[in-house]
């Protein structure tokens, strides 16, 4: 096997994309890949100007960075730091890296260009962005509920016990508002538990029994038409899934009868 065949044998065989682009900006060489991802068979390719593989936009761009690096080229990567789109025969687009490389070939100048999908790359670059992004608003609901927790509880409690200590001293007409403020008091508290311990559920790892008691009370809330009112006592969320499942199947069936009552009201 002569060194030129044995060269080309190597081409066709890159996993990467390869064009071979002449002064021109005509391609010379593309390999096996080029047709897999661009889905023109090489002879659509051979003799025609590089930028048929560009988005329109770009092609006259293009052409003067073509020109330039050129006259001063030098092995790199093309548009670092910039998001690169190739064109498939069918118009569609996708992401790709390219790298860039001068070459010699029969005395004449080319360039090799390297041409890689990086589709699965943005995709997964958007789902690690997503997961940060849930993770900054995990910690957001997290210090919302310590600040709930620790602030606004604690001064409903000090109110609390501030009227409760006037009671003994106060006329039986403003015991019972005193009361009923406590009472409302203790109903605020309740809610603002609830709440907290949902945001802290978002928090979380798992399926744990208040983020499933919480999904169906919100499914029923849908049907109803409002949502019904949901308090939790102590701590829950170690409790295993086996118990959860068993608590769920309970709850369920409880808003399964007070949809059903409330469709025959």
Known sequence: MNEEHWLLEVVEAMPDG??????DGEMVLVNREVENLLGYPREQLLGK???????????????????GFHQSSRRRSMGRGLELSARR???????VEISLAP??????????ATLRDVTANRLADAELADARQRVLLAEDHERIARDL?????????????SLQSVLPVVP???????????????DAIRELRTAIFGLSSKRAAGRTIRVVVNQLVDDAGRVLGFRPTLHFNGVLDSIDSEVTDEVAAVVREALSNVEIGRAHV
């Open 149 to 161: 927790h620790d602030t606004v509880i604690q001064r409903l409690f000090a109110a609390g016990l």
């Open 103 to 112: 070459a010699t070939v029969a005395g004449d100048p080319v360039v090799i």
């Open 49 to 67: 100007q590089v930028e048929m593989l560009l988005p329109a936009e770009l092609t006259d761009a293009h052409v003067a960075h073509r020109r």
């Open 18 to 23: 390869i064009v071979i682009v002449n002064s």
């Open 89 to 95: 025969a069918d118009g569609s687009m996708f992401p």
């Open 172 to 186: 039986d007409s403003a015991k019972v508002k005193i009361e009923r403020i406590l009472d409302d008091q203790d």
